[in-house]
């Protein structure tokens, strides 16, 4: 992997991180600022993808999908929960970064049973 790469990687993990921080921040915003503030987060994060495929890259979140072992994330949580099958990514803490069908930053989640 290229340092540049890696570098454009982490800068997408950061931004990334950077919107989701906005979308809970906006439940405190008066409800006449917020579709405003909505709107430039939606804008951002169109920014952030088209950055992104400009160089065949893109940011993978793992919300409400089964986990398994060949998804490119990390859990944080994997020890309470040995051996089992029955898993879920309750939350995407960090996505992974892709770049031609090959993982080039791993993602970090936090796990759940299935109910």
Same mark, same amino acid.
């Given at each position: ?29 008066? $409800?006449?600022?917020?579709? @405003? ?6 804008? !951002?994060?169109? *920014?952030?993808?088209?950055?992104? &495929? ?31 099958? $029955?898993?879920?990514?309750? @939350? ?6 892709? !770049?031609?069908? *090959?993982?080039?930053?791993?993602? &970090? ?7």
């Amino acid at each position: 992997m290229a340092e540049s790469e890696e570098t454009m990687a982490r800068l997408a993990v950061e931004y990334w991180k950077l919107l989701r921080v906005l979308e809970r921040a906006l439940e405190s915003v008066p $409800d006449g600022r917020r579709e @405003r503030f909505a709107s430039q987060g939606r804008y !951002a994060a169109d *920014r952030l993808d088209d950055l992104l &495929k400009e160089r065949k890259m893109s940011v993978q979140s793992f919300d409400g999908m089964d986990f398994e072992i060949n998804l490119p994330a990390s859990p944080v949580n994997g020890d309470e929960f040995p051996n089992r099958t $029955d898993v879920v990514v309750a @939350r995407t803490i960090e996505p992974a970064v892709i !770049a031609d069908m *090959r993982p080039i930053l791993m993602g &970090k989640v936090y796990l759940a049973s299935k109910e």
